[in-house]
């Protein structure tokens, strides 16, 4: 059974930082990309950052030079280290990773930034 736990949300002022965690268990964690969204009150759900198997990441132009990807094969862990952080960045943020054609979810956590 597929699992994703995050953690690491919290409140912070802007400008501050936070580092999120997201731990995977029930698969085979270096061979799948793994994708941070996240998820405004009112909003829709929509995509952060991911990280390839391989190391390769992309992220949302809304967070480019300010987020950074980053995942340790050995801890099966997916991070997400957030600098400079601006009061539209207050959301859920959840992990997620397409594994076996399902689309697997953590519960999320909850990121928010005052002004």
């Known amino acids: 059974q597929v699992q994703l736990v995050e953690s690491g949300g919290g409140l912070v002022q802007a400008g501050g930082s936070l580092r999120l965690s997201c731990a995977a268990s029930?698969?085979?964690?270096?061979?799948?990309?793994f994708n941070w969204y996240r998820q405004a009150p009112g909003k829709q759900r929509e995509f952060v950052a991911a990280?390839?198997?391989?190391?390769?990441?992309n992220y949302a132009d809304s967070v480019k030079g300010r987020f950074t990807i980053s995942r340790d094969n050995g801890k099966n862990t997916v991070y997400l280290q957030m600098n400079s952080l601006k009061p539209e960045d207050t959301a859920v943020y959840l992990c997620n990773v397409k594994y076996y054609f399902n689309n697997y979810w953590g519960q999320g956590t909850q990121v928010t930034v005052s002004s």
């Open positions: 990280v390839s198997s391989g190391g390769s990441t």
């Open positions: 029930g698969i085979t964690f270096s061979t799948n990309i």
